[in-house]
């Protein structure tokens, strides 16, 4: 056995090993606290490059563009880093903090943020809308924090979310909106993926190859707003199509998910059926 003289250590080795393991922070930690600053970085653009230009009457649209990417580049990598968080977490471990950590970070990243984006974008559309993308911004931001509050305290079987997971629901927000439909289909579209988010439909978690699609996805985005932002040929109609993609991704997902539910009803009732004298 070791002996060790406490005399011989430093004021500050009693202070760490008196600290609760409940606050040391383990590598998924980090990866969650990634997630939570770039969801502040994606406001902070959305603030600095595309509000605050259109209050003060700037109209580079060049600026907006750039910096209108950089909040959405900034909230795909904030999907990413929620993704990796989980993985590492099974793989090596997670702090007892971990769970409150990650609900605290989605619900910047993916309920603020992409709120805010609503909004913003109420301001600087051409109708004066300011009332009604406020108030779709705050049906976003409240599914948000129900879906966390409700996977928080609920069990579901494994492999699936109920209901649409919040960084999908973020990414399909910022995609109508990003499609430049008018108002009100888009006001529309907006208040249907909240409801998603917060419906029983279930959706499939991104393990094994899923996850490399999500991340190839990620990628192909990212690519897409960056053409976008430098003005290459095509890149608007690059953009739209993949915001257009997600959008029929987020819609398609809900029906496969209800068509299954119902064969997998009219099958039981067949195999009851089948076992009745």
């Given at each position: 056995?070791?002996?060790?003289?406490?005399?011989?250590?430093?004021?500050?080795?009693?202070?760490?090993d008196d600290m609760p393991l409940s606050t040391r922070l383990s590598i998924a930690d980090a990866l969650t606290l990634g997630n939570a600053a770039c969801g502040f970085l994606a406001v902070y653009f959305t603030t600095t490059?595309?509000?605050?230009?259109?209050?003060?009457?700037?109209?580079?649209?060049?600026?907006?563009?750039?910096?209108?990417?950089?909040?959405?580049t900034l909230l795909l990598l904030a999907s990413v880093f929620d993704l990796f968080d989980g993985l590492v977490a099974r793989k090596l471990r997670s702090s007892a903090m971990g769970a409150e950590l990650d609900n605290l970070s989605d619900l910047i990243s993916f309920g603020l943020a992409p709120a805010y984006f609503v909004v913003v974008w109420g301001l600087v559309s051409d109708g004066v809308h300011q009332r009604l993308s406020a108030?779709?911004?705050?049906?976003?931001?409240?599914?948000?924090?129900?879906?966390?509050?409700?996977?928080?305290?609920?069990?579901?079987?494994?492999?699936?979310?109920?209901g649409m997971p919040s960084p999908?629901?973020?990414?399909?927000v910022i995609s109508v909106?990003?499609?430049?439909?008018?108002?009100?289909?888009?006001?529309l579209a907006i208040v249907g993926v909240a409801w998603l988010?917060?419906?029983?439909?279930?959706?499939?978690?991104?393990?094994?190859r899923l996850?490399?699609?999500?991340?190839?996805?990620?990628?192909?985005?990212?690519?897409?707003?960056?053409?976008?932002?430098?003005?290459a040929p095509g890149g608007e109609q690059l953009l739209k199509t993949g915001a257009a993609l997600q959008v029929i991704l987020a819609a398609?997902?809900?029906?496969?998910?209800?068509?299954?539910?119902?064969?997998?009803?009219?099958?039981?009732?067949?195999?009851?059926?089948a076992q009745l004298p």
């Open positions: 056995m070791t002996v060790i003289d406490s005399d011989t250590q430093g004021p500050w080795a009693a202070e760490d490059g595309v509000l605050v230009p259109h209050l003060m009457g700037q109209t580079d649209g060049g600026m907006t563009r750039s910096s209108a990417a950089t909040a959405v108030v779709a911004a705050i049906v976003v931001l409240l599914a948000v924090v129900l879906r966390l509050a409700r996977f928080s305290c609920t069990t579901v079987r494994d492999g699936v979310f109920q999908f629901g973020a990414l399909t909106v990003l499609l430049q439909l008018p108002f009100v289909p888009t006001l988010m917060v419906s029983r439909v279930e959706y499939p978690k991104p393990r094994g996850a490399v699609a999500v991340l190839a996805w990620v990628a192909i985005s990212i690519g897409c707003l960056t053409a976008w932002t430098v003005g398609v997902i809900p029906l496969f998910a209800t068509a299954r539910r119902a064969n997998a009803f009219r099958v039981n009732r067949r195999d009851r059926a």
